[in-house]
């Protein structure tokens, strides 16, 4: 037999007509999520679309097993339980620094809990809010202790390892400036690959924030080799972001927030949420919706706080669980009654 | 540098018949004599290029076996470290390949993937064997890749659904490739004949198309995917991220296969195209009957090699963040207990890519051999 | 519509009949096909546009080029010209251009040259150095480019420190920082020596093309060496020691953290052309020996009956046929390494992708940043086809 003939034609126009059919399958669009009504959208699809990090230790990143862990991948697990009273209707989406705003104007994700700093000029032109400040944190630098450095001013003429297109970048360039320093980028946006730049002696010095620096420093063979500098040069509050103009969506993930804090605020914990149902104290019991019907206000249900701490636990406890291991203190975080910034306004 | 092997044959004079070759000439000991040590320049390159492989050989045999640490309990990679280099550490294959294969696939339904890339892998294989290259193969493509969507999606047939940024690994890889593939080249085709074509708008197009996507890296087109494709659809319309490459994938494989099939077209002499215009045929005959069958085969070979490289550009995708093979390789050393143990990682999905690719380009030139054979005399 | 292809069917009839409107006619087939695309396509690029339009209005993100005026605030690690972060970003985005030029002129050099050494060592009488040279080939074309680039970015990070540089020789220090050599300080001197050298260069083609006219005229060859000898060296120098003989080496040394003085290579640097000629040699090398081979093994011995000597064989007879092969697929080589080159920004090499990249992360404008990638990668591919298309014609077969 001839091995190509018109049969070969035909073979592909079959094939052409199946893949024709299969298109349609392929390109399902995703439900809709307008500005207007995320809430709903997130209802009518049956899980909240969440975008983290694509890998930070600590904040999110997958195990071996290709689950999300992380206090940013718990977040999205807190707000899924307060409207579906299920941590495990969420779907993460990994975006890259690049790609986050846009995924998030654009309906691919419904949120962002992914280390973004609010600030000024992206709350009010790239169409999203931030609702909640989760992470208090501020840039630094490391350097190996072995290089003798004791503070950030003596860096004249080092190499600093800096993700670009970020704030970090920019927040270098002028404090450089500021403090007339000269000294050379090594710039990858890949964070892992910048990290081992760092950690090979590529750059004298690492900046990011504090909460990255300390997270790399502990997962070192020796982390006494290496000295996160005294100096921070900016503030970064990392928020939780929504789509701009969605009101009750930004409400709600706000208030999961200060349910965190709450819940940390009155001893309640993951393990104990059940017996406090009994607390005689007034705003433990609107907390955890036995009255007051807060939850209503919110458009969710009255449980919705018990579902949530007990996805998730409380502030304290997603912080002890993720953050702690990798050597982040409280330090900022703590509770304004630790003497730290972390308020929440009452549940009343 | 030796010389080429261009040299003629030395006449054979007639009494050499009679008498059998010195031993120095024949079996290994001639053979070595020949090919490794005729001349002193010879003698010298491969003495040095000896002595270079089997230095390479040995420090390779020693950091990767001899020295290697195959499996730590627990994430206890101290072990590990203390080699300080001298060995490499496969413990970390160990505790991520799974992660590595499949990415972040709900872990208990790992042999859906798993699945998926065996039937890739037998799509590959049946449409490799000359006895398939018939109407069916369009079917049996058409069937697997359903399939393998209803397989990887799931919602139906008990199957739990699983959505589309929770798929990774190497099934990405082979997803990107094979639907760019089955996209791009009836686009291809169509490109190709309409640069060919006799009406100047359509040609036009066609030139315009496959001139700009050659003409920029595929970075920049999926970037474009990646961050303009949302800003052109309609407000509340999107399409996910794995989607948008694809689409992308599918845009830069199209011109290029289309420059392949070009080549076909155009070394179809002209006399078929006369001989099927006076039978009579309208374009769409002509085309389907007489020129497409004999063009394609043509560039079988070229075909199967552009394909090679497409599967190698997959790998682009880790700019944007999904988690094809390399991405996923990679992300599985940014958690802290297996930080720094990338070469171990790079040599595994490199060992990957190597043999699917080599496959491929093995068959590609026995392909070439067997179709150029009727031309051989 | 032209009737510039003759149709077998316009035999039939005579070439200027007028249109019937009629589907039978051909034309008026071929018109409505051509209005039925363009109008489908340029409907599909309108609705494309009228969104992105409106998305941009309801996102208020900001259109048009005017951020190129303003200040950039990125660092640069490499430039060839000068820069600092508070250049605005159109200089910036230069600084990026010549970075991928940078990579891009060397990478194309030192592939073709690897390359070529590798195609003829495939085609040697040395069994293990030819096998060695086909599993070479075989190993590099079947691992993506991405793979090989950071694991070459790996390796170098694997070099000592500053302080524990590899020092081979005075002023010569290999560290994680990179390559650092000794260089001559740039003077004005300097300048105009390499202008001359230019022109020299370009005088003395001139003069190889006279001479060759000359020979075809009275069969005497005349040697073109020594003309052009004093031409591209003589002059240079004459025009350099007129300047006064500048010369200042600067040497490199360890202060604070970092080598100062001389010329660096960086990792980055290195390890992106590393992969890039790797890669790219292994596509050229089969090129090479395809375009060896191409060539009939009787050329070779009818110039060896004419009496030319080896060297003449080769330049006069087998390359002027081997690149007629070789020139068209190396074009696309030259292309793709150029291409290929915008994988940079994966080891951070600060390349025209990456700042742009930067550019546009920072200031949102996402098609304009992605339109200026394009329009810089189109321009440079269009340039370089170009000139291999008039090489081409050049050296191609002139046929009856």
């Known amino acids: 037999m001839q091995p190509f003939g018109p049969s070969l034609t035909r073979a592909l126009s079959i094939a052409a007509l199946g893949i024709g059919l299969a298109l349609p399958l392929a390109a399902k669009a995703q439900a809709p999520a307008g500005a207007a009504n995320t809430l709903d959208a997130v209802r009518a699809r049956g899980s909240l679309i969440c975008g983290v990090n694509t890998g930070l230790a600590g904040f999110a990143q997958p195990d071996s097993q290709g689950v999300w862990r992380g206090f940013d991948a718990d977040y999205c697990r807190a707000v899924a339980a307060a409207i579906f009273g299920d941590p495990n209707k969420v779907r993460f989406v990994p975006t890259t620094a690049q790609v986050r705003f846009t995924a998030l104007q654009s309906g691919e994700v419904d949120m962002l809990a992914r280390n973004t700093t609010w600030t000024l000029s992206r709350d009010t032109s790239l169409g999203l809010d931030f609702t909640a400040t989760n992470f208090y944190d501020g840039q630094g630098f490391m350097v190996k202790a072995s290089a003798g450095v004791k503070s950030a001013k003596e860096l004249e003429g080092a190499t600093i390892c800096v993700q670009p297109g970020t704030t970090t970048e920019q927040n270098l360039t002028d404090w450089a400036r500021a403090n007339r320093i000269r000294f050379t980028p090594v710039v990858i946006e890949r964070l892992e690959e910048l990290l081992s730049a760092y950690v090979s002696g590529r750059c004298d010095a690492y900046t990011t924030d504090v909460s990255g620096l300390a997270a790399t420093r502990s997962a070192q063979q020796r982390p006494a080799d290496h000295l996160i500098l005294p100096d921070i040069i900016s503030k970064e509050p990392l928020a939780l972001g929504v789509r701009q103009g969605d009101a009750r969506f930004a409400d709600i993930t706000r208030w999961v927030h200060f349910l965190l804090l709450s819940a940390e605020e009155f001893g309640i914990t993951q393990a104990n949420v059940d017996q406090m149902a009994n607390d005689p104290r007034p705003e433990v019991q609107r907390i955890l919706g036995k009255n007051g019907g807060l939850g209503e206000m919110l458009g969710l249900q009255n449980g919705w706080a018990v579902n949530v701490l007990k996805a998730v636990g409380n502030y304290g406890e997603l912080f002890q669980r993720h953050l702690v291991p990798l050597g982040i203190q409280r330090g900022p975080n703590a509770l304004w009654t630790q003497g730290g910034l972390q308020f929440s306004p009452p549940f009343r | 540098m030796s010389d080429l092997t261009l040299n003629t044959p030395a006449a054979a004079s007639p009494e050499a018949v009679s008498r059998s070759a010195p031993l120095s000439q024949v079996g290994l000991l001639g053979w070595a004599r020949a090919n490794l040590f005729s001349g002193w320049l010879n003698t010298a390159v491969t003495l040095v290029l000896a002595y270079l492989l089997i230095r390479w050989i040995v420090g390779f045999a020693e950091w990767g076996i001899v020295n290697a640490i195959w499996s730590v309990p627990d994430n206890q990679t101290q072990a590990c470290r203390d080699l300080k280099g001298t060995g490499a550490c496969w413990a970390v294959i160990a505790e991520k390949h799974r992660f590595i294969l ?276 | 519509m032209s009737d510039s292809t003759i149709d077998p069917r316009s035999l039939r009839t005579p070439p200027r009949r007028p249109l019937r409107l009629s589907w039978s006619d051909e034309r008026v087939r071929g018109i409505v096909w051509q209005v039925l695309v363009v109008g489908l396509v340029g409907s599909i690029v309108w609705w494309l546009w009228s969104n992105t339009v409106h998305n941009l209005e309801v996102r208020r993100i900001a259109t048009g080029f005017g951020f190129l005026t303003r200040e950039a605030g990125l660092p640069i690690a490499e430039h060839v010209i000068d820069y600092s972060p508070t250049d605005t970003y159109f200089r910036a985005l230069m600084v990026g251009l010549l970075n991928t030029l940078k990579v891009a002129i060397v990478g194309i050099i030192l592939a073709t040259i690897l390359g070529t050494l590798i195609g003829i060592a495939r085609l040697s009488k040395n069994w293990l150095l030819a096998k060695l040279a086909a599993v ?180 006069l007879i087998v390359l002027p046929q081997a690149l007629r092969v070789i020139i068209p697929p190396m074009t696309s080589q030259y292309l793709n390494i150029t291409k290929n080159s915008s994988l940079a920004v994966a080891i951070g090499y600060q390349d025209i992708v990456s700042i742009a990249n930067t550019t546009l992360n920072q200031t949102g404008q996402a098609i304009e940043g992605i339109a200026i990638i394009m329009l810089v990668y189109l321009t440079i591919s269009l340039s370089i086809s170009l000139f291999m298309n008039w090489y081409n014609a050049r050296i191609a077969l002139v046929e009856r």
């Open chain 3, 136 to 315: 070479y080939v075989e190993v590099i074309r079947d691992l993506p480019l991405l793979l090989q680039l950071l694991f070459w970015y790996a390796i170098l990070q694997g070099l000592p420190g500053p302080r524990q540089a590899i020092h081979p020789m005075e002023g010569v220090f290999l560290s994680n920082r990179g390559l650092k050599l000794p260089w001559i300080e740039w003077q004005d001197g300097h300048s105009y020596a390499l202008l001359m050298l230019i022109l020299g260069a370009v005088a003395t083609w001139l003069y190889r093309r006279q001479a060759l006219a000359r020979q075809m005229r009275d069969g005497r060859p005349r040697p073109v060496w020594p003309v052009g000898l004093g031409l591209t060296l003589g002059l240079p120098l004459v025009v350099w020691a007129a300047a006064g003989a500048p010369w200042t080496v600067d040497w490199p040394a360890l202060r604070g953290f970092n080598f100062q003085g001389g010329l660096n290579v960086s990792p980055e640097y290195f390890a992106l052309l590393l992969g890039l000629v790797l890669y790219t040699a292994g596509f050229i090398a089969e090129i090479v020996r395809a375009g060896i081979q191409a060539v009939a093994l009787g050329q070779w011995e009818a110039a060896q009956a004419l009496g030319l000597r080896s060297g003449q064989v080769l330049k």
């Open chain 2, 102 to 377: 499949f990415g972040t696939y709900p872990f208990e339904e790992h042999w859906r993937p798993a699945l998926c890339v065996l039937l890739f892998i037998g799509l590959y294989v049946v449409s490799a064997m000359r006895r398939f290259w018939r109407p069916v193969l369009g079917l049996i493509w058409a069937v697997v890749l359903t399939l393998i969507g209803v397989l990887m999606w799931g919602g139906v047939a008990g199957l739990s659904y699983v959505p589309q940024e929770r798929w990774g690994g190497l099934v990405i890889t082979l997803i990107l490739a094979t639907f760019g593939l089955a996209f791009a080249f009836p686009l291809a085709i169509l490109v190709a004949l309409g640069r060919r074509s006799k009406l100047p708008a359509i040609k036009a197009l066609c030139v315009l198309y496959v001139e700009l996507i050659r003409g920029v890296p595929l970075i920049s087109l999926l970037f474009m995917a990646s961050v303009m494709f949302p800003l052109f659809l309609p407000e509340g319309m999107n399409i996910d991220k794995l989607l948008r490459a694809q689409i992308a994938i599918i845009l830069f494989a199209g011109a290029y296969l289309a420059e392949v099939v070009r080549g076909g077209l155009q070394a179809l002499p002209k006399g078929q195209y006369e001989a099927a215009d006076a039978l009579g045929l309208s374009y769409w005959q002509k085309t389907g009957f007489i020129i497409l069958p004999q063009a394609l085969r043509m560039v079988i070979p070229p075909l199967v090699n552009t394909f090679i490289g497409f599967f190698k550009d997959t790998s682009l995708v880790l700019i944007i963040g999904i988690f094809d093979l390399l991405t996923a390789g990679k992300t599985a050393i940014i958690e802290p207990a297996w930080q720094g143990f990338g070469i171990e990682v790079y040599i595994t999905v490199g060992a990957i890519y190597f043999v699917f690719c080599f496959a491929m380009s093995k068959y590609s030139q026995n392909l070439e051999a067997e179709l150029n054979r009727h031309r051989r005399r």
